[in-house]
């Protein structure tokens, strides 16, 4: 019998890069897919350049798969028009090849809750993204529940770590401070909001595949406490050896962001996870698949300033 495969599409964005790594680290045989070809791949894992929005390149790439993690995603301000087609071919193609689906999903499906988010609070989106995603989580499960394939969905707030660019964090905060320029956090600085940590996030995806109990279930993947945004900032200033500035944009000035930067317009569309306090109750998924300890933020964030000051030095 051959090794179990998996295969990681999206292997190029934060989420996937972390998933390929942990595969790695656990000893699987490992498919990274991406648009363009890569290189520098750890132990045990091989590169694929597919386009998946079509249903040949989604087929190529999960051929042979035993396990598929879903990480790939269209630019930010494009999810209505390419993110549910681009779902339907990776079913099709995880389908094809009998595979397990494990989907990278987040939280904007649920409605803003006046506590932790859980796996209960009610799927009543409020923005035009979360619409986005309670329908590709509805089908995918729906699909699930006919037997077309076996699926499982872990979601993560905002994230951070080594490889994290494309989010809140890896674009604004940590750039910012290692640059001496002033945060600017969207929203109010002093409620707390979760932030999930990259590997945090990687360990419970690939559990989620590597587990029959997750079969047909979505999960809130662990994090650790979550820390106010003005608490966080210092935290990576203080790891940057810098000195924490910072300011809380309003909802006008981020739409005046917008007209120039599409990513700051969109988050127009989820303000209420950052005009009130955004948390998440994790305990589903730690009943499931026993004790997890996220990590710390102090490491985390400075493993995350590390990996961020010798990425922009090679950038640069």
């Known amino acids: 019998m051959s090794t179990p495969l998996h295969v990681v599409l999206g292997a190029g964005g934060g989420i996937g890069s972390a998933v390929v790594r942990e595969l790695s680290r656990r000893g699987h045989r490992v498919r990274a897919v991406r648009r363009r070809p890569a290189s ?70 649920y409605e803003p809750a006046d506590g932790p988010v859980s796996e209960e609070t009610p799927r009543r989106p409020t923005s035009r993204k979360g ?34 660019t494309n989010s809140v964090i890896g674009a604004a905060v940590v750039p910012a401070v290692l640059h001496g320029r002033t945060v600017n956090w ?26 029959d109990e997750a079969d047909g279930r979505t999960f809130i993947l662990p994090a650790a406490p979550a820390p106010t945004p003005r608490h966080f900032v210092e935290l990576v200033a203080s790891a940057a050896g810098r000195r924490a ?10 739409r005046l962001a917008g007209l120039s930067d599409p ?45 961020h000051r010798t990425h922009l030095a090679t950038a640069g």
């Open 131 to 164: 619409s986005v995603r309670k329908e590709m989580a509805d089908r995918l499960l729906q699909a699930h529940r006919t037997g077309r394939l076996n699926v499982t969905i872990g979601q993560a707030s905002d994230y951070y770590g080594p490889g994290g």
């Open 263 to 307: 990513a700051a317009r969109e988050l127009v569309d989820i303000w209420y996870q950052f005009s009130r306090p955004w948390t998440v109750d994790d305990g589903l998924y730690r009943r499931t698949f026993g004790p997890v300890k996220a990590t710390g933020l102090d490491e985390a964030v400075a493993v995350t300033v590390a990996w």
């Open 186 to 211: 969207p929203g109010r600085l002093d409620v707390p909001h979760a932030l999930h940590y990259l590997p945090d996030i990687a360990s419970a995806l690939v559990t989620l595949g590597e587990r």
């Open 40 to 109: 520098g791949l750890p132990a045990g894992a091989t590169a694929l350049a597919a386009d998946l929005s079509t249903a040949e390149g989604a087929r190529a790439a999960c051929a042979g798969a035993t396990v598929v993690y879903h990480c790939a995603q269209p630019p930010y301000h494009r999810w209505p028009r390419e993110f549910p087609p681009l779902t339907e071919a990776v079913v099709d193609g995880a389908s094809a090849a009998g595979a397990k689906l494990v989907f990278a999903d987040n939280l904007y499906l």
């Open 245 to 254: 500035r910072m300011r809380g944009a309003t909802k006008p000035l981020m």
